[in-house]
């Protein structure tokens, strides 16, 4: 029926209905994800005894706000934590990010990035780019950094883990892939990583940063050891109705030490007004594992079709998800800017736009980014982006629900890729 709204070749309604052939086991193995995680939420509101009075908000110093309390609980119960800051003063994932890293690191300590160099927006922070100099970066504070690059398959070389471990006192994992070629990391490597650095250095303390990563399995890396995870409200967790916010969950101590960067210390999570965002939050939380749901089958879907077209997409369509994203090598910048600009008439909102690369703060390249989202650079939302480098990889993620979506893949490949010859 997409034909009856959009132009979409006889070529492309074909492929369409091939891949949602293939694609029919995998969605299903989605949908029981879904409802656990979907039940496992109703569990966590009830046992919180969360009530309309939750909804309200505060002003001013936001003492007393027993509605930012609660969610904190829910939030935490839902991810398998002691404790949980789920906040909309969080600014990005990148500023839950920080937040957690100066919460958790001292002068003299040692960051190490047991997963390779982190995502672009994180090397200012850290210090080992040109974007924070002069800032108040975590080397200008004394903090070392130290990395474990991965091996040439694109999983962590465990022996470098072991040995870099000893001398460190935070090791990082990023679960998803950022602007790398690999597949995000399952829960069973992340475990493994984990039980390396810890058997290594038993004080060391492991947080995951679990962007894309939220509720596509029915467990979080705290349920593998982590002490610590860290995350966006405008990605999975916030369910697309989240209007800004973040999160830091794991160990009680390390969450209450994070709460004093988040403020300031000596007033912890005691702060913070919450204005009329707390129903957004609370909605936005419980609709997660669906949205997250419909963000996968549009992964899975795109890489189904890209395959199709002898694309060579990561990961395949036949391949567990672990986050919510597709990669694909265009090869050329055009096709990468087409491909985008694809993506953008197919959203719902400033469909009539058309991106174009940027230099943007925090990275290292141009990039190009499509996001007609509701919400300002919501990637649970579908867009796509990359950094104008070759091989010139677009990272397609997000989805609020898989029909729409669909439509605009469809939209991005016929943009991108034109009429191939039928094979």
Known sequence: MIEQFFEISPFYQQLDKQAMELCKPHFEAVDAIRD???????????????AATHMMGSTGYGYDDAGRDRLDEVFAQVVGAEDALCRSHF???????????????????????????????????IGIGDAGKGFGTLAEYGVAYDEAPLKEDGMPDYQLIAQKAVGATVCHIQRSRGYS?????????????????????PDIVVMVDNCYGEFTQTAEPTSVGADLIV???IKNAGGGIAPTGGYVAGRRDLVEKCAHRLTAPGTGRELGCTLDSLRQLYLGLYYAPGVTAEAIKTSIYASCLLELLGKNPLPRYTEPRNDIIT???????????????GIQAGSPVD?????????????TSE???AAGAFTNGSSIELSCDGPMRP?????????????????GILTAVQRAFGQPDAQ
Request: net charge neutral; proline share 5%; aromatic share 10%.
């Open 36 to 50: 656990y995680n979907q039940v496992k939420m109703l569990k966590a509101f009830t046992d919180n005894r969360v």
């Open 91 to 125: 600014l990005s994932g990148t500023h839950a990010l920080t937040v957690a890293l100066f919460g958790l690191l001292r002068a003299g300590d040692t960051l190490l990035a047991a997963t390779g160099r982190p995502y672009d927006t994180l090397e200012g922070v």
């Open 181 to 201: 070629s690999r597949c995000a990391f399952d829960l069973e490597t992340i475990g493994k990583v984990i039980a390396t650095a810890k058997q290594a250095n």
């Open 231 to 233: 995350g966006s409200l």
């Open 327 to 341: 990669s694909f090598e265009t090869g050329d910048p055009q096709a990468m800017v087409a491909f985008c600009q």
């Open 351 to 363: 469909s009539y736009v058309s991106p174009e690369p940027y230099a943007m703060p925090g990275y």
């Open 367 to 369: 990039v190009i980014m």
């Open 391 to 407: 091989p010139y990889t677009v990272y397609l993620q997000g989805g609020l629900n898989f029909a729409a979506s669909r439509a």
